[in-house]
């Protein structure tokens, strides 16, 4: 396999992961890849902007700091990087530089993480047990109630359900994890529960909060999948 086709089967496979994992689904892109091929849209879409607004699939990835799916960052992967020019190049590299620092990924203390949900708005004392924190989203019983409707209660990462395992006392339970949480920083931002909420279990919860911003849920799906070949 060239660097071209290579190319296309990684953009293909970007678009459905950007699309799980953002909700946004960029159909003009999609049919351009299909018609085009990967070089020739990436080149289009790597033309200067003509104004400084930010593209709803841009904005999208940024929320869920997964601009590792972008176009701009697969045209920069060292595998690809021939294929372009110097000035489209160095077109994706200052659409790169230019994502906010809270965007980019980067790895969050261990003693943070605890696979118990709690309350923002409670305090610790010192040395008091340490955990994930949620936001209202995920806190908010209509959000979780609509999410749970949709997507069920077994974990969307490693499929095991409580109820399955304990019986009735594991009934309906199961944490919600936000799949956009940097679209929290956005006045206008409107959640989707059935789209941004997803549900998962305590121990997958916290390992998709090892990173910052969260690991995708497709992410740490390939890691286990990984460590049992």
């Known amino acids: 396999m060239n660097a071209s086709e290579l190319l296309d089967q990684v953009l293909r496979s970007n678009y459905q992961r950007a699309g799980r994992e953002t909700g946004y689904w960029g159909r003009y892109y999609w049919r351009e890849l299909n018609k085009k091929g990967g070089v020739a849209t990436l080149k289009h879409m790597l033309e200067p902007a003509k104004d400084d607004e930010i593209a709803k699939g841009w904005q999208s990835l940024l929320d869920a700091g997964r601009i590792d799916l972008s176009i701009e960052y697969t045209a920069l992967d060292r595998r690809f990087s021939g294929l372009f020019t110097e000035a489209e190049l160095a077109e994706a590299q200052k659409r790169m530089e230019r994502v906010p620092e809270y965007a980019r990924p980067r790895d969050v203390d261990k003693r943070d993480l605890d696979p118990a949900e709690v309350q923002t708005d409670v305090e610790y004392a010192e040395g008091a047990v340490r955990s994930i924190t949620v936001n209202a989203y995920e806190r908010d019983r209509a959000a979780r109630a609509a999410c749970l409707a949709r997507h069920g209660v077994r974990c969307a990462v490693c499929k095991m359900s409580f109820q399955e395992l304990y019986g009735e006392i594991g009934r309906g ?12 920083r956005r ?29 995708g849920v497709d992410e740490l799906r390939e890691i286990m999948a990984a460590r049992k070949r």
């Open 173 to 184: 339970f199961i944490h919600v994890h936000h799949r956009k949480p940097l679209a929290l």
């Open 187 to 215: 006045a206008e931002y409107k959640l989707r529960p059935t789209i941004d909420l997803v549900p998962v279990c305590p121990n997958c919860h916290a390992m998709l909060h090892t990173k910052t911003p969260p690991l």
